[in-house]
Structures are given as C-alpha cells and as structure tokens.
C-alpha cells in the first residue's frame, strides 16, 4: 500500500477520517441522502486532484460522469477560483460527460481504458451518480438479478482501472435518510444499502445543522470506523 496516494477533500476532518485524503488505487463510494453533499464532493476532489502534491493534490486531470445533469460548471470555477486557480483551466481539466442510460454509462467506463492509457495525467474518475439510471431502468424485483450483474461488473470495471493506472474512483449512491428502515428490501435502494459486493472504501454522508454534514466511515478494511463534520460553503468543502 506504500504506493498508494491521497488526494485533499478540502475538509482536514474529512481527510483524517479518509487516512489522509481519497486514495488512488481505489473506489471510493460516497453514499447518503439527497443533499447530502455528494455532488459537492466530488465537484471539489475535481478541482483538487489538479493540485501539486505540496497542497494535496496529483497535478492530475479529472474525468466526471454526470449521469443526472448536475455537473456546474460555475461551481467548479467558485471552488478553483477560492484555491488561487485559473478557473478556465481547471475548467478544462475535467472532461464531463453525460451518461444518458445504462448502456451508456456502461460504454464510456469500457472506453475509458483507452483514453486513460494514452493520458497518464487523468488521476481522478468520478460516476455521479452510480445507480441512478440501474435503478431508474431496472425497477422491480423480477429484474434485480440482471440489474445486480451488469452493475457488478460495471463497478469492477471501474476497480480495474484504478488498479491498473493507479488513479481514485469515486462513485456516488443515493440512499433513504434512514437505509437501516430499508435494508433488505432490494427495490428500494440499486446496491441495497450500499454497494457491498465490491472492494472499496464506503462513506456515508449524512445531514447536519445549517451547512454542517457529518461523514461516517463503514467497514473499511485498513481504517478505523468514525464519525467527522465538515462544512460545504461557498468556496467548497471545508472543515
Ligand atoms: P443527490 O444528488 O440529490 O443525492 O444529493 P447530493 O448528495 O449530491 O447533494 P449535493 O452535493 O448536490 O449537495 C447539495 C447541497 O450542497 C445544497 O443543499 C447546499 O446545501 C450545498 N451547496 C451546493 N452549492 C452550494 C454553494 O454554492 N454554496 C453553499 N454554501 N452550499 C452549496
Ligand atoms: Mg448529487
């Protein structure tokens, strides 16, 4: 594990929790309600992989999957422009693409073997969100087994990659506010609770006062379980 790398979330509470920052070689699943902040998270770690190592980041490019239309390109600029970055070209630094169904979703990560072979410099993937179209395409009980295959191995696709050219994956999973209600009824949430079949670091995001959210860290192998608060404010994550 000596060669695994972080990269910042902007919130030192949230990086402690994480063992220093969002890790390559890795998915990363940030699961939680509506509002949760996501989104947010995955906007910022956009904009800080691109950091030099020094301030947290992999001097890396980003590649967004938005698979719900809520990739702001304003958001991005007030998070690089509070950094003391060009926010036209961290702008450029994240290629975003739509993911209009499954199939879809599913084409862009077996095609992203190849553009990220011939650029070692794309250090982050994000999927946000995940399950949104499985679970939008694939209602119902009599499709869970199909439903559950194809993302399985969409998801180790996407393990594969970080694996392969040593960059972070974050996906992104909306669950109920309260999952424990829920859990065992696999209609209601695509992975159920979360995404448990595959290997990776699981952090559920949930809503506090004001601006104020609260990460929990679940049954990660190599890190302690635990409970932090960071902030989203107008310049982006924070403590
Ligand atoms: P779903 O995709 O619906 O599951 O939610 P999510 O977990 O992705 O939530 P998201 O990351 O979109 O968080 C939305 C919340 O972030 C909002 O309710 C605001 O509280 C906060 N937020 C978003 N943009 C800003 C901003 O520019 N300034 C501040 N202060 N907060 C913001
Ligand atoms: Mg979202």
Request: aromatic residues 4%; proline residues 3%.
């Amino acid at each position: 594990r000596a060669s695994v790398k972080k990269i910042t979330t902007g919130s030192q509470a949230l990086d402690g929790l994480l063992g220093g920052g969002i890790e390559t070689r890795t998915m990363t699943e940030l699961f939680g309600e509506f509002g949760s902040g996501k989104t947010q998270i995955c906007h910022q770690v956009s904009v800080n992989v691109q950091l030099p190592s020094e301030k947290g980041g992999l001097s890396g490019k980003a590649l967004y999957i938005d698979t719900e239309g809520t990739f702001r390109t304003e958001r991005i600029k007030a998070m690089a422009s509070a950094l003391g970055l060009d926010p036209k070209e961290v702008l450029q630094n994240i290629m975003s693409i739509r993911a209009i169904n499954t199939d879809h979703q599913i084409a862009i990560v077996e095609e992203l073997q190849d553009i990220i072979s011939k650029d070692n410099t794309i250090k982050l993937v994000v999927v946000d969100s995940i399950t949104s179209h499985f679970r939008a395409e694939y209602s119902g009980r009599e499709n869970l087994a199909v439903r559950q295959q194809k993302l399985n191995r969409h998801l180790h696709q996407l393990v594969r990659l970080a694996e392969i050219y040593d960059l972070a994956v974050i996906v992104t999973n909306q669950v109920m506010a309260r999952p424990d209600m829920f859990y065992g009824d696999p209609t209601v949430a695509v992975g159920g609770h979360t995404l448990y079949h595959v290997p990776g670091i699981r952090v559920q995001i949930k809503k506090s006062r004001g601006n104020r959210r609260i990460a929990r860290m679940v049954d990660a192998p190599h890190l302690p379980e635990g409970e932090v608060v960071f902030s989203i404010t107008n310049t982006g994550i924070r403590d």
